[in-house]
């Protein structure tokens, strides 16, 4: 979880607003709806509110109520655009990415979101990416099989309320991460332990892709323990990098487990 810092209600939200709608999220629609979808996106770098998962400016993504919208006592902040986030789909459907020009390379769908080559070719087995057939649909990540256990986020908050949320400048203080299994646990606190739960962070996906990110970063560490006189700058080269947007608005990919990982192990050394 990384803190949000969010932005201006789009223009074209608060015009809509105006007009005076009835507190019935039906009555949301595009064109205005995919203009609150982007933006909520870009003010949080591509990746989602809860696991940090990259997420992309389509259908795939949830706009999230922080307050659920489904309790009578939030009714009136239904559609208070500081109360929405942007959400993956939490394993509640297919992933499908349209693959529409040249360039929609193999590469290109790692990069976006965050998935391994492997993954890729598993869930496409037959796919020819050298030579694309376009348009043509390549699946990311599959739905969960109907367990709640394989749901998170969205899909797996539903009307619960969480204590531990990334509107908090603190958030990510209250989270740690295994390396080895890549469980996320509480620093210490019932309420990050609650929160873990009611999303379902746990979830095997998020396990799965957190353990490859720390992987990741220990073979990085690896490399840069060989010159011990750099190591800390470097270390906190890293720290910046991760916990930065890069030059196109993106953090990488659970940006902030790395974060985490990196000084948790300069802690230690």
């Known amino acids: 979880m990384k803190y949000i810092v969010k932005n201006e209600e789009p223009k074209g939200f608060a015009d809509w607003k105006k007009e005076g709608p009835e507190n019935r999220w039906e009555e949301f629609q595009n064109p205005v709806k995919s203009e609150v979808r982007d933006s909520l996106v870009e003010e949080q770098g591509y990746i989602c509110c809860y696991c940090g998962t990259n997420i992309q400016k389509n259908h795939n993504t949830i706009i999230e109520h922080l307050k659920p919208k489904g309790k009578d006592l ?32 193999l590469d290109k769908i790692i990069k976006l979101y965050g998935v391994s080559e492997e993954e ?29 256990e394989d749901l998170h986020c969205d899909a797996r908050k539903g ?9 908090m400048r603190n958030c990510e203080d209250f989270f740690r991460y295994r390396r080895s299994d890549g469980e996320m646990v509480s620093a210490g606190s019932e309420e990050a332990e609650k929160t873990i739960n009611i999303l379902g962070l746990n979830a095997k996906l998020c ?16 490399v840069l323990l060989e010159n011990r006189e750099n190591f800390r700058t470097e270390m906190e080269k ?30 230690i050394q």
Request: net charge positive; glycine share 2%; with cysteine.
């Open 159 to 167: 009307d619960n309320e969480i204590q531990i949320h990334p509107l």
């Open 74 to 105: 939030y009714v009136e902040i239904m559609f208070d655009y500081d109360n929405l986030l942007a959400s993956c789909a939490g394993s509640n459907k297919d992933i499908i990415y349209l693959a529409t020009k040249k360039d929609d390379t």
């Open 120 to 148: 890729i070719r598993s869930l496409n087995p037959n796919t020819d990416f050298n030579h694309l057939t376009l348009p043509e649909r390549i699946k990311i990540s599959k739905k969960a099989n109907r367990r709640p």
């Open 238 to 267: 890293l720290i910046t990098r991760y916990n930065q947007k890069n030059s196109q608005g993106r953090f990488e990919h659970y940006c902030f487990v790395s974060v985490s990982y990196l000084k948790e192990f300069s802690d």
């Open 207 to 222: 396990k799965e892709h957190r353990k490859a990110v720390l992987d990741g970063i220990n073979d990085i560490i690896k």
